[in-house]
Nanobody
Framework: QVQLVESGGGLVQPGGSLRLSCAASGFTFDYVIGWFRQAPGMEREGVSCISSSDGSTRYADSVKGRFIISRDNAKNTVYLQMNSLKPEDTAVYYC???????????????????WGQGTQVTVSS
């Protein structure tokens, strides 16, 4: 049974940084961990993802150059380092997972089968 647990959200001022963590367990095959976010009244959107096998990554254009996704396979944890945060980054952030024999990195929401409970990130002065 795949389980995902996010942590690290909070309140930060514009220009500040936060690091989110996603502790993952229960995989049978290689997997991809994705970070998604949903602001009030908006659709959930993909932010970034990383492959457990080769470490390949993808980023949404809106976060390129500001967010960094990384993994610690020994701890089965994926991190999202968020720098230069903007008020428009305010959202509930979710980690999600897909697994397969040769999983492909993607930011397409419907490709993900497993979801965490979400963590609130608020960027405000």
């Amino acid at each position: 049974q795949v389980q995902l647990v996010e942590s690290g959200g909070g309140l930060v001022q514009p220009g500040g940084s936060l690091r989110l963590s996603c502790a993952a367990s229960g995989f049978t095959f290689d997997y991809v961990i994705g970070w998604f976010r949903q602001a009030p009244g908006m659709e959930r959107e993909g932010v970034s993802c990383i492959s457990s096998s080769d470490g390949s990554t993808r980023y949404a254009d809106s976060v390129k150059g500001r967010f960094i996704i990384s993994r610690d396979n020994a701890k089965n944890t994926v991190y999202l380092q968020m720098n230069s945060l903007k008020p428009e980054d305010t959202a509930v952030y979710y980690c999600a997972a897909l697994q397969g024999v040769v999983p492909t990195t993607t930011l397409i929401l419907r490709e993900y089968d497993y979801w965490g409970q979400g963590t609130q990130v608020t960027v405000s002065s």
